[in-house]
C-alpha cells in the first residue's frame, strides 16, 4: 500500500475565549502556522478538509464558513463533523486515494460561545432521551462511576491524572490551564455530576488546530522530515447509551488493535513511546489506556501511581497538558496530533520525552466516547 | 495581532438559534409510547436472529443489522446499573427539576439493554450500582418518556 506522512502541523494557542478572533481568523492563524511549519505555501495545498460541528459552530454548514481564511478558495474542499482525528483519516486517504498529494486538515470549536451543556444534550435521542436533560458532563460522570465499579479506579488515582496533566501544562505555551494542583485541591474542588470533580472535568475552550498530510511521493520535498502513518483505524460502537458496557469502549479496543496490526505492532506496552489521549475527564485517561491494551485491565490507576504515564516515565501520556489543560472540542485530536508529531521530531520544546520514535494519537466522538480513532505515527517510514 | 487593533475592545454579539421542531416518532416509538400513555406498560423491540430485547425499541438490531419485528412486554423493575447525581443546575436540566438530580441506567427485567432516567424517593448518597428499582409513572400521560416520573427503589 501507499503511504502517507504528516509534514506539518500548525495550531492557536488554546484559550478560554477568543474574543479578538472569529472562526475564520483563528483557522487563518492556525493555517498560516502549519504552512510555515511545513515551508509551503498555499499553492503547494492540492485539497482541503475542515473539521467542524454545527451545533458548536451555532450554524449549518460550519466548514464552509472557514474555507476561505483555509486557502480553500478553487480547492476541492470537503467537511468533516466529529473529532480533529476523524478529518485526518479522511485527508490521509484522499492523499492515498491517488488524486491528491497533499491534504490541509484543519479543526476548529469555541467553547465560549455557547452553552455547551445544551450543545451536548442534544446529542441524545431527541424522541427517547433528550428530554430527560442528560449531557455530556452527567453522561461521562455515568461512565466514570460504572468504570471505577469495575476496576476498583480511586477518587484519588483519577485525582492524580488531573495533577499531573495540568502540571505538563505547565511547559506547553499553547495550554489553557497550566496548573500546579495536588489530589487534595482536586478532591476537594466543587462536585459537578457524582463521582466527578470540577478538577475532574475539562474546561470547553476555543481553539484551531491544522495539519499538513502527504502522500509519499510528495512526503520528503518541502522542510519537515515527515512523520509517517503507520497505523489508523476508526470504529463506532451503538448510538444508544444503554446498548452499551459503558464501563468498557469495545470500539476503541477494535480501533487500537487494528492500528497496531497495521503498524506491525506486536506489544503496544513496550513499542508505543509516547501517546496523547483523550482526557476530557480524569478517568477517561486511565480507562483508554486500559482499553487500548497500553495497561492491563484495572492497573491504570496503579501504574500512574508508580509514575509510568508521567513525562519522564516509562509511557508519557499527555505530555502536553492533554485536554483536562485545555478542550477546544472537534480540534482537539488534531492539538494531540501536533504534539505527538512534534515529540517524534523532537521539537516540541518544553515537553520532550526522551525517547519519542512512535507515538500513539487517539480521538473520539460521541456519549462516553462511542466512536474512537487511533493514529500511530512514527519517526521511520 | 498587528497594532492597527490597539485600544480596539473586541464586540459581543449576542446571538440565538431558535428553530421549533416537530419530531415524528416513527412507527415503532408511536407503538411504545402509546402503550406506555394508555395502558401504563413499557415494551421492546426483539431481534429474531440473536433475540436480544431492546429498550428504548427500536426498528433494527445494531448488532445483526436485520429488522426486530416482535414486540414483547418488559418488567417495571430492575436493576441500577450505573448512576451520576448532577449537583449543579446544568442548563439543559428539565426546569421543573432541581438539583440533586440522579440520573440511572436502568435495565429493567426482560430488556438486553438499559434504559436512562431519573431515581427519586431515596437520598443520592443512599444509592448503589446493582440496586433493585420500579418505574413510577406520571398521573396525566402524554406520550413522552416523562410517562414515566421516575424509578424508585423496590
Not at chain 1, 345 to 361: H, P
Not at chain 2, 37 to 59: Q, S, Y
Not at chain 2, 111 to 139: C, Q, W
Request: glycine fraction near 8%.
Amino acid at each position: 500500500m501507499d503511504r502517507a506522512a504528516i509534514i506539518g502541523v500548525g495550531t492557536t494557542k488554546i484559550e478560554k475565549s477568543k474574543i479578538g478572533e472569529t472562526f475564520a481568523d483563528m483557522a487563518w492563524e492556525a493555517v498560516n502556522n502549519a504552512l510555515n511549519n511545513a515551508g509551503m505555501t498555499i499553492d503547494d495545498i492540492d485539497n482541503v478538509v475542515t473539521t467542524s460541528s454545527d451545533f458548536w459552530d451555532g450554524r449549518t454548514i460550519s466548514c464552509m464558513a472557514v474555507g476561505d481564511a483555509s486557502g480553500a478558495a478553487h480547492k476541492n474542499v470537503s467537511c468533516v463533523e466529529g473529532d480533529g482525528t476523524y478529518g485526518a483519516f479522511y485527508g490521509m486517504t484522499r492523499c492515498l486515494s491517488g488524486s491528491y498529494k497533499t491534504t490541509l486538515v484543519t479543526g476548529h470549536s469555541k467553547g465560549s460561545q455557547s452553552v455547551s451543556s445544551l450543545i451536548t444534550n442534544s446529542a441524545f435521542d431527541p424522541i427517547y432521551e433528550r428530554a430527560l436533560g442528560m449531557d455530556m458532563v452527567t453522561a461521562c460522570a455515568m461512565q466514570a462511576r460504572s468504570y471505577m465499579h469495575r476496576t476498583k479506579t480511586t477518587p484519588e488515582q483519577m485525582a492524580m491524572v488531573s495533577v499531573k496533566n495540568h502540571g505538563n501544562a505547565l511547559k506547553n505555551p499553547l495550554a489553557h490551564l497550566p496548573m500546579k494542583i495536588t489530589v487534595k485541591d482536586v478532591l476537594e474542588s466543587e462536585m459537578i455530576a457524582d463521582p466527578l470533580h470540577k478538577l475532574d472535568c475539562s474546561p470547553v475552550s476555543d481553539g484551531c488546530a491544522a495539519v499538513i498530510i502527504a502522500h509519499e511521493s510528495a512526503a520528503t520535498k518541502f522542510k519537515q522530515k515527515p512523520v509517517w502513518i503507520k497505523g489508523v483505524s476508526f470504529c463506532a460502537d451503538s448510538f444508544f447509551f444503554g446498548d452499551r458496557d459503558i464501563s468498557r469502549a469495545k470500539s476503541l479496543t477494535k480501533a487500537a488493535k487494528k492500528a497496531y496490526a497495521m503498524a506491525g505492532i506486536h506489544d503496544p506496552k513496550k513499542e508505543i513511546d509516547v501517546a496523547e489521549l483523550y482526557d476530557a475527564f480524569t478517568y477517561q485517561e486511565l480507562m483508554w489506556l486500559e482499553e487500548m491494551g497500553l495497561a492491563d485491565d484495572s492497573m491504570a490507576g496503579k501504574l500512574l501511581e508508580k509514575g509510568d504515564f508521567n513525562i519522564d516515565g516509562r509511557l508519557p501520556i499527555n505530555a502536553s497538558g492533554g485536554l483536562l489543560s485545555g478542550h477546544p472540542v472537534i480540534a482537539a485530536g488534531l492539538y494531540s496530533m501536533a504534539a505527538v508529531v512534534r515529540q517524534i521530531r523532537g521539537d516540541v520544546g518544553g515537553f520532550q520525552v526522551k525517547k519519542a520514535k512512535t507515538g500513539l494519537v487517539q480521538g473520539l466522538n460521541g456519549l462516553g466516547g462511542q466512536s474512537h480513532c487511533v493514529f500511530i505515527l512514527d519517526k521511520d517510514k | 495581532m498587528s497594532d492597527q487593533f490597539q485600544g480596539i475592545e473586541p464586540m459581543v454579539y449576542k446571538s440565538k438559534i431558535n428553530v421549533p421542531y416537530s419530531w415524528w416518532a416513527g412507527d415503532t416509538a408511536s407503538k411504545f409510547y402509546i402503550t406506555l400513555r394508555d395502558e401504563k406498560k413499557i415494551t421492546g423491540t426483539k431481534c429474531a436472529a440473536c433475540n436480544k430485547v431492546f429498550l428504548p425499541p427500536r426498528k433494527v438490531c445494531p448488532s445483526c443489522f436485520t429488522e426486530n419485528k416482535e414486540w414483547v412486554n418488559i418488567s417495571n423493575e430492575g436493576t441500577v446499573i450505573t448512576f451520576t447525581v448532577a449537583r449543579c443546575q446544568f442548563a439543559a436540566i428539565p426546569s421543573d427539576k432541581k438539583v440533586p438530580v440522579i440520573w440511572g441506567m436502568i435495565k429493567l427485567d426482560g430488556a438486553d439493554t438499559a434504559m436512562l432516567h431519573y431515581l427519586d424517593e431515596i437520598k443520592p448518597e443512599n444509592v448503589t450500582i446493582g440496586m433493585r428499582v420500579k418505574a413510577v409513572f406520571s398521573e396525566e400521560r402524554k406520550g413522552t418518556i416523562r410517562d414515566i416520573s421516575y424509578f424508585k427503589p423496590v
